[in-house]
């Protein structure tokens, strides 16, 4: 027995309106994107006062992200930084991102 199989339609500018299945209902893009970021909207986590993200302490530093990334993390070790880690919409993604509080000490001075 000779089993027949249907191939899907080829996908055209004037078909590709008439290629939905049934049942679907028809949205735009806008209204997709919309109802997209409604759900992620709340997965994201809001960032306390006082922390700041790896690329803005960079920017203040006018130094490059490595280099900024390098001297924080060394604040964190020391102790003189406090980090947590949040979620952030990055490009479409949550991302997990460390931010920063950096503890100010006047030179000379221990920290207590």
């Known amino acids: 027995m000779k089993v027949l199989r249907k191939t899907a339609p080829r996908i055209t500018a004037e078909n590709i309106g008439q290629l939905r299945p049934e049942g679907l ?3 735009t893009i806008n209204e997709w994107l919309s109802a997209y970021l409604a759900t992620v909207a709340d997965k994201e986590d809001k960032v306390p006062d006082g922390y700041f993200s790896v690329e803005e302490i960079a920017k203040s530093m006018k ?3 490595s280099t ?3 001297r924080v993390n060394a604040l964190h ?3 003189r930084a406090d980090r947590v880690k949040l979620r952030r919409m990055i490009v479409g993604r949550i991302r997990i991102v460390p931010y920063y509080k950096l503890s100010v000490v006047a030179p000379g001075k221990t920290q207590g």
Do not use: K, L, V
Request: with cysteine; proline share 8%; aromatic share 0%.
């Open 68 to 70: 900024a990334s390098e």
């Open 63 to 65: 130094a490059c992200r």
């Open 77 to 79: 070790r020391a102790g």
């Open 25 to 27: 209902p028809q949205i």
